[in-house]
Each structure stands twice: as C-alpha cells, then as structure tokens.
C-alpha cells in the first residue's frame, strides 16, 4: 500500500468508510452467491485487492474492514433466519415475484445489521438506501426502505 493510499483512508471518515463496509458487504454476498465462493476468499478479495481501487478516476473509500467482516461471516452464520425474517416481512405484491440476487443481498446484509447492531436502526436504513440508489430505480429502493423497516420493528 503507498503512502498516498494511506492517507486517503487516513482521512475518509468513520462513517464514509462504514458506508464502503456495507456496499462492499452487499456486492461480496452477491459474488458470493454467483461463484459460490467462500466467505474467507471473498473478504480477502475485498480487503486486499479492491481497497482503494479507482474507478474512472476517483479513488474508493476504503471499508471499514472489521464492519465488512462482521457483516459478512454474521450474514454467513445466521442466512437461514435473515431469510425466513424478510421473507415473512414481504409485502404481498412483492412475495408474488422473485427478489433477484443482488436486491436479496442488500436485503440480508440489511437485516444482519439490524439484528446485531447497537446503532440508530435509521442510520443502518439509510445507507443500505444509499446503496440500493446506487443500483435501482424508486420501486426496488421503495422495497429495501419498506422491508428493513418491517425487519427493524421485528427485532426491537
């Protein structure tokens, strides 16, 4: 690692690398899940070659490596009941059609992380927002927003 990838993830802040940690998590299960690679192989992948890639220009942020992982081996362990709790927080429209991997991904991780975590559930929401944004249109953001919110309540 240069020094001037250093002080790029020196400087980014806690909660832009928390961020990174979550869109790295939801694009890794979703590698996960169409090379059905291990979760060590793709953390590693993660962690060690793509951070602090560039990407037409800009650097990416650095993840929060101990987030990545935390969300990662606990969606790993605990998959079975995060997809029996949205399966079962589905709106009826949305249980008729099949969540494709990678919204399914977004879903999961979301969900790992309100299980678990100890901070504001809001702030948990809205960057998996800030991720599903970055791939969907407004119905598919509208049911990430609908179902983690549905999941946060269940497990309050």
């Given amino acids: 690692m240069s ?6 993830e020196d400087t980014s802040s806690p909660k832009a690398k928390a961020l990174s940690a979550r869109l790295s ?10 090379n059905e690679q291990s979760v060590r192989v793709v953390l590693d992948d993660y962690l060690h070659s793509r951070s602090g890639m ?5 650097r990416l ?9 935390k969300i990662l ?8 009941e995060l997809e029996a709790v949205i399966d079962a927080n589905l709106k ?10 990678l919204l399914r991904a977004i879903l999961v991780c979301g969900a790992y992380e309100l299980l678990v975590q100890d901070i504001d559930k809001a702030i948990i929401i809205n960057d998996y927002l800030n991720v599903a944004h970055g791939f969907y249109e407004r119905s598919e953001v ?7 919110d549905s999941v946060a ?3 309050e």
């Fill in 3 to 8: 020094k001037d990838q250093e002080q790029v």
């Fill in 25 to 34: 998590a939801v694009q890794a299960l979703y590698q996960m899940s169409q």
């Fill in 54 to 58: 560039e990407i037409d220009g800009q």
């Fill in 61 to 69: 942020i650095a993840p929060d490596g101990a987030l990545l992982k």
């Fill in 73 to 80: 081996f606990g969606v790993d362990e605990r998959r079975t």
């Fill in 92 to 101: 009826k429209d949305a249980q008729d059609r099949d969540v494709e991997p």
């Fill in 142 to 148: 509208a049911l990430v927003n609908g179902v983690l």
């Fill in 153 to 155: 309540h269940v497990f």
